[in-house]
C-alpha cells in the first residue's frame, strides 16, 4: 500500500518520506503519480486545510493521500504566524527573508517561547479520514543558525539540544520535530485501525 505525500513543499516531502520508511510504509510525491496540484489553502485551521490538501490529491489519484499542515506559533506574537506561516510578511519571500521578517518584528522582544506544530490528515478512497498532531517546543533565536531543514528552522532553537533545527541532521530533526511527532501518531492510530500491514 502506497501514501501519495499531498505537498508541494520539498523540504516536507523528504522529512515524510524518511519518517514514513522507518515505519516501513512508502510514501511518493505527487509528481511520482503524475499529479501537480497546488491546493488553495482557504482554510482557518491547521486541521481544515490538511484536510483540503489530502482530499483533493485523494481524489485525483485514487490513492490514499496524506497532507501535513504544519506552522509556527510565536507566544509573544499571539500564536502569529500559525496557519498562516508560509506567508507571513508576504507571499513572495523567500525563507530567510521570511525569518529576517519575523527576526525583526520579534527585535526587542525578550519573551521568545515558541512552538512549531504538524496536523496529518490521511484520506482514503473509502472516504475514512484519520488525524494526528504533533508539537515541538523551543524559542526564537535573535539570528539564524545553520543550514539544514527549511523554512523558519535556522532561527528555532530546539528545546532542550542547544542546537537551532536547521543544526540538526536530517535523522535528528525526524527524532524531535512536530511533524515526527504527529506522523508516528499516524501510523499508530492507522496500526490500530488495521488499515494497514506491513
Ligand atoms: P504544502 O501546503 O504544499 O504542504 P507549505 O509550505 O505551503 O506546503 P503549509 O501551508 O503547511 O505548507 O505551511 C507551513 C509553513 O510553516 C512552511 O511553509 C514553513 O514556513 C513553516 N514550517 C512548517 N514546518 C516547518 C519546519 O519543519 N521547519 C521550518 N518551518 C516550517
Redesign the pocket.
Known amino acids: 500500500m502506497k501514501f501519495v505525500l ?4 520539498k ?2 516531502i523528504s ?1 515524510m518520506r524518511e519518517i514514513l520508511a522507518a515505519r516501513s510504509i512508502e510514501g511518493v510525491s505527487q509528481a511520482e503519480v503524475g499529479l501537480a496540484l ?2 488553495e ?1 482557504i482554510g482557518t485551521t ?1 486541521m481544515e ?2 484536510l483540503l ?1 489530502a482530499q483533493a490529491v485523494c481524489a485525483a489519484s485514487g490513492l490514499p493521500a496524506i ?6 506559533m510565536v507566544d509573544a506574537l499571539g500564536g502569529e ?1 500559525g ?1 498562516y ?2 506567508s ?1 510578511g508576504g507571499e513572495a519571500l523567500s ?1 530567510s527573508e ?1 525569518y529576517a521578517y519575523l527576526l525583526k518584528k520579534m527585535e526587542n522582544m525578550e519573551q521568545r517561547d515558541a512552538k ?1 506544530v ?1 496536523t496529518i490528515v490521511c484520506t482514503s478512497p473509502d472516504g475514512e479520514i484519520i488525524s494526528a498532531e504533533g508539537e ?1 517546543h523551543g524559542e526564537i533565536l535573535h539570528a539564524p543558525r545553520g543550514s539544514g ?5 535556522p532561527v ?1 532553537l530546539v528545546k532542550g539540544t542547544g542546537k537551532s ?1 536547521a543544526e540538526l541532521s536530517p535523522e535528528e ?1 525526524n527524532a524531535v ?3 515526527g511527532a504527529a506522523l508516528r501518531a499516524f501510523v499508530s492510530l492507522l496500526e490500530k485501525r488495521g488499515k494497514y500491514d506491513k
Open positions: 499531498a505537498t508541494a513543499n523540504g516536507k522529512e497546488e491546493v489553502e491547521f486545510n490538511a490538501k497532507a501535513d499542515d504544519s506552522g509556527l504566524p496557519v506561516s508560509s507571513f525563507d521570511r512549531f504538524s515541538c531543514g527549511f523554512g523558519y528552522d528555532f533545527m530533526k520535530s512536530h511533524r
